[in-house]
Nanobody, 123 residues
Framework: QVQLVESGGGLVQAGGSLRLSCAAS????????MGWFRQAPGKERECLSA????????YYADSVKGRFTISRDNAKNTVYLQMNSLKAEDTAVYYC????????????????WGQGTQVTVSS
């Protein structure tokens, strides 16, 4: 079992930055692939980024490549998403998720989900 709690969302102006954190509890965090997803109103949830258990492998969606950076600290059971050069279209609810079975970027492969944190970018 993994419990996930996101924080760090809020309101920011276009061009600004935010860092999301996802604190995990449970024994399998350090062996889990962690992902960040988002869902905007009227749109499907999409995978933005993922990081392997060791941090050696990462994935970024084209929409955030070069602007967002995922990282993790297994000693703190926390995964981060640094978001720079934010745009109005980044406005969404952001979720972190854990896949305890292996590498994944597909939503259905993730076992555990946080409750989400709102990010609003004003233009």
């Amino acid at each position: 079992q993994v419990q996930l709690v996101e924080s760090g969302g809020g309101l920011v102006q276009a061009g600004g930055s935010l860092r999301l954190s996802c604190a995990a509890s449970g024994r399998t965090f350090s062996s889990s692939t962690m992902g960040w997803f988002r869902q905007a109103p009227g749109k499907e949830r999409e995978c933005l980024s993922a990081i392997s258990w060791s941090g050696a492998r990462t994935y970024y969606a084209d929409s955030v490549k070069g602007r967002f950076t995922i990282s993790r600290d297994n000693a703190k059971n926390t995964v981060y998403l640094q978001m720079n050069s934010l745009k109005a279209e980044d406005t969404a609810v952001y979720y972190c998720a854990a896949d305890s079975t292996g590498w994944a970027t597909l939503e259905y492969k993730y076992d555990y989900w946080g409750q989400g944190t709102q990010v609003t970018v004003s233009s």
